[in-house]
């Protein structure tokens, strides 16, 4: 425990300016317990350190797995020199084995900042230049190139809450405050040290198992988005591109500086909350069935079953012409010359109607037109006129009432009842986030995560919401989500979409109240749209046409110029 003398051999001066450092280092410990950076707490150790002891300069070392202790930071104050850190100019030293043999576990002794992580006690140097038990030769060497002269080493090994050796403090140089003179570093400044290494050593363990626990927790989200990946690869790249689309959407968001997002602004807490939920916003779809995900046309289920109406109308041709031989060989049996029986103009043209209506039916499998009610009619009225003989021997309608209410959906591919089951993940989604047990920053993943398909005019799904009950961030994911489906090239019910196309039909979204008009209007302005597409789209779809953004439905001229 760090005790103050109170003996009449200190004045009154000296015991104000310890009783002062001891207010400091619980101010220090304090702020080290709050820093979230590693680079700023290490850095902010150090400083301090030097700070309290008055010392010139210092090297911090942190542990590695492999027993090596790494420059993570140095400063000397006299010559300006600062490495490491946030300087932006790297250490080039090599990190300092702790062993010279890895498997005997022989220790590199002869060097200062060695012997204290290994040992795990405080070395306290009063002249490096006299000391005959550690190799100070690198330490020369500094001192020649920069014309210094390190005299005065406190070494302290940092160490964790179960006793781990994680780092090395080391400062030089204790400097007299009042002669400017080169001192040792005395008995009260080393228990300064020393505490402040105990409470640092703290604050680092505490914040690497953060960072691990963070690392963990993202090495989760991404397997459950590998996870839908495996199971459908036309949602497994949407659920890694929304995040990203997300978050350019938001920091555009937090840079106007006019209009209703003139206080919208994100701390990284915040950053770090919207990413999760853009990761995790479609993990319910993880249960959804993969014949419906994957549903690419109307007719398919495990297969496409367009290929059994394939098979189907060559049945009724060769039935037809199986008609027209039959006819022949009655007026052969007759004695009838065969020639008399010509091919019957009919069966050309119930051909002829048969491949139509094949190419007719394929068209409209694939589910990207919006199918009117004559082309429905169309199709009801050839499942009626046509029937057909199954395997059993059992004559049947053409077209089977499932067959038929597939073929006869308007637009998409998904039957109501599948669309429903689509929509369904949303559920799943929020049921599954709600489970988890949220640290305070991440409190809002499920609001963010859950709101993705809601619409401003409160007509959406799964709580029917209008805009005034959203968070800007759920309305920013909703954008995200609608423009990555609209672009994207793995689903498998359409093709990509050129840039332009895909804007003008986020623009008619958001003159029917689907899509937050400002936010349209900043995606616009901000230019998001180009930034995704350079990272994420192909350069024959970024380039397929030039955008003018004047032509785009919604588009809002006057927005931009009130920046």
């Not at 890895?102 to 140097?125: D, R, W, Y």
């Not at 050129?498 to 209007?521: E, R, T, V």
Request: charged share 25%.
């Amino acid at each position: 425990m760090l005790e103050i003398n109170t003996s009449s051999t200190l004045s009154d001066g000296e015991l104000q300016l310890r009783l002062g450092a001891l207010a400091t280092l619980n101010h220090i410990g304090v702020e080290l317990s709050t820093e979230k950076n590693r680079t700023l707490l290490l850095e902010k150790i150090l400083r301090e350190a030097t700070r309290l002891t008055n010392a010139d300069g210092g090297t911090l070392y942190t542990r590695t797995d492999d027993n090596h202790l790494k420059f993570e930071i140095l400063f000397t104050h006299s010559k300006g020199i600062h490495l490491g850190g946030t300087s932006g100019n790297p250490i080039h030293f090599p990190a300092l084995a702790l062993y010279q043999d890895e498997e005997q576990k022989v220790p590199n002794s002869h060097l200062v900042s060695i012997c204290a992580a290994i040992s795990g006690n405080t070395i306290n140097i009063s002249d490096a230049y006299s000391n005959t038990e550690f190799e100070f030769s690198g330490t020369r060497k500094f001192d020649e190139k920069n014309n210094y002269y390190s005299k005065s080493f406190l070494t302290v090994p940092m160490k964790g809450s179960e006793g781990e050796i994680i780092g090395v403090l080391q400062l030089i140089n204790a400097i007299d405050p009042y002669s400017g003179d080169i001192g040792v570093f005395d008995q009260f400044k080393q228990e300064l040290v020393e505490s402040l290494a105990s409470q640092a050593a703290v604050a680092m363990v505490n914040q690497r198992l953060l960072a691990e626990q963070r690392e963990l927790f993202d090495a989760f989200i991404r397997l459950i988005a590998t996870a839908i990946d495996q199971k459908s690869p036309y949602t497994g790249g949407h659920c890694r591109r929304v995040p990203d689309l997300t978050m350019m959407l938001a920091e555009a968001t937090a840079s106007v500086k006019h209009g209703v997002f003139c206080d919208f602004t994100m701390n990284d807490d915040d950053r770090y909350e919207l990413l999760v939920a853009g990761w995790l916003h479609d993990c319910g779809k993880i249960t959804t069935p993969e014949y419906v995900i994957d549903k690419a046309t109307k007719l398919e289920t495990i297969f496409d079953r367009i290929h059994l109406i394939d098979t189907r109308i060559e049945v009724l041709k060769r039935d037809a012409e199986i008609a027209l031989l039959r006819q022949q060989l009655a007026a052969a049996q007759r004695g009838e010359p065969i020639e008399n029986i010509c091919i019957n103009p009919e069966l050309n043209a119930q051909i002829e109607n048969l491949n139509a209506m094949r190419e007719f039916i394929r068209k409209h499998n694939t589910g990207t037109e919006w199918m009117s009610d004559e082309d429905i009619a169309k199709i009801c009225q050839f499942a009626r006129q046509y029937r057909w003989v199954n395997a059993d021997g059992v004559t049947v309608d053409f077209l089977s009432e499932n067959e038929l209410a597939n073929l006869t959906v308007r637009k998409g591919t998904l039957l109501p009842e599948e669309r429903k089951v689509i929509n369904h993940h949303i559920d799943v989604t929020i049921e599954m986030l709600e489970s988890l047990p949220y640290p305070k920053y991440l409190r809002n993943v499920v609001e963010y995560a859950g709101g993705h398909h809601e619409r401003m005019d409160g007509k959406g799904y799964p709580k029917g919401l209008t805009r005034e009950q959203m968070s800007v961030q759920s309305r920013i994911m909703g954008i995200a989500d609608i423009f990555e489906a609209l672009t994207s090239r793995d689903r498998p019910y359409k093709k990509p979409m050129p840039l332009s196309q895909a804007l003008d039909i986020l623009g008619k979204m958001k003159l029917d109240n689907h899509i937050d008009p400002d936010l349209f209007d900043v995606f616009i302005h901000e230019k998001v749209y180009l930034d995704f597409a350079e990272q994420f789209l192909p350069k024959e779809q970024n380039d397929a046409d030039e955008i003018d953004v004047s032509k785009i439905t919604g588009f809002n001229a006057e927005y931009g110029k009130n920046s």
